[in-house]
């Protein structure tokens, strides 16, 4: 057998070598990874986003902020931010705004009493003292009263007011009324909140009653006038007599009868004016005090004699008409009678009345 080179009938394989860069299969995981990671990224992303608003609302509602009822929604009110810069002041000023307002605001129709709008007011009540001098009226209810306040500057509400301060210049005194009472007229004003009453007019008044019991009494048998009466009786420590009751005028009339002075015209502490028709007693200052004493409504109306007071005498020793402007107590045909009488007894009727003058001192 020849040897001689065999004949290679087969294909050759060609080979080629690919890098890893080039092959289609490697991108596709390549991008599979990158989208991995994106999305995982994405999904940190915004769960830390979640997580951070979940802590901001916490923090938010946990700073006192309120909830709307019914588990609705919070309705937070933040503050606005603040400017950098020069400071500003956010402190709320509406309050001081408020009250301002609030204070030149019209109260009147608040008020029980508008001493703003209205310069002249009647006030009734009783009268009281203090301690220390000063007079107070003090009226039936509580009420509130719209006035000027002098202190301040500015009209106030002064509410439920019961004891009303006497101005002590007011042009109408009313001392002699203390612990009775009075209808007066007059103004309003308030003295650093306190209320004040100017009083202008004396509508009506009615002093303190008297006790009507029994007091301790001084008879004086003199020749004199009524108006020395009235001051020897004070200088005496006492007052010129004033009868406030039946009991009282009873217990006068028998002392007087027991002691033999019958026969003795006895001037009493009561007085009309000149050109009036009333009788009143009076107080120390000779000022009308109490309800007048020649009414029909009077608890001495009984006791008048027959057609007395009569104003003037035109009878008797008189010659012509002789004024008679206040009261005396004289007895006639066993009783004891008030009547009005001249202020000079003696000096009137010297032949008649001369040595049968007196007046009776009541010490209280």
Request: proline residues 3%; charged residues 25%; negative net charge.
């Amino acid at each position: 057998m020849a040897f001689g080179k065999k004949k290679d009938n087969d294909k050759k394989v060609k080979i080629q070598t690919v890098a890893m860069s080039q092959n289609p299969l490697y991108h596709a995981q390549q991008e599979n990874e990158v989208k991995e990671v994106l999305t995982a990224l994405a999904t940190a992303a915004v769960c830390i986003i979640l997580f951070a608003l979940i802590v901001t609302n916490f923090s938010y509602y946990s700073t006192g902020y309120s909830y709307s009822g019914g588990g609705s929604s919070p309705s937070p009110d933040p503050q606005p931010p603040v400017t950098s810069g020069a400071a500003v002041d956010n402190s709320d000023n509406t309050d001081d705004t408020d009250e301002e307002d609030q204070d030149e605001a019209d109260m009147s129709s608040m008020a029980d009493i508008d001493g703003v709008h209205n310069d002249y007011l009647e006030i009734g009540g009783e009268v009281s003292e203090d301690g220390y001098g000063e007079l107070y009226l003090r009226t039936e209810q509580s009420q509130n009263i719209y006035v000027y306040d002098t202190a301040s500057g500015k009209d106030i509400l002064a509410e439920n007011v019961n004891e009303i301060r006497i101005d002590g210049n007011s042009p109408v005194s009313v001392d002699q009324y203390v612990d009775g009472s009075i209808v007066a007229g007059g103004s309003l004003y308030a003295d650093n909140g306190s209320v004040v009453f100017r009083i202008e007019n004396l509508i009506s008044g009615e002093a303190k009653e008297d006790d009507p019991g029994v007091h301790n009494y001084q008879v004086v048998v003199e020749d004199c006038t009524w108006q020395e009466a009235l001051q020897r009786s004070l200088d005496q420590g006492g007052h010129l007599l004033r009868l406030n009751s039946p009991e009282e005028y009873e217990y006068i009339a028998g002392m007087l009868s027991d002691g033999g002075y019958t026969n003795i015209h006895f001037y009493l502490g009561g007085r009309r004016d000149d050109s009036g028709r009333e009788y009143y007693w009076v107080d120390e200052n000779n000022q009308f005090m109490g309800e007048c004493l020649n009414s029909g409504q009077n608890w001495c109306a009984p006791y008048w004699f027959d057609n007395e007071p009569s104003f003037q005498d035109t009878g008797s020793d008189a010659s012509g008409a002789i004024t008679e402007d206040v009261m005396n107590l004289f007895y006639v045909s066993g009783t004891w009678y008030l009547n009005d009488s001249a202020s000079d007894l003696a000096g009137m009727y010297p032949d008649l009345l001369s040595g049968k003058v007196g007046y009776i001192i009541e010490f209280e």
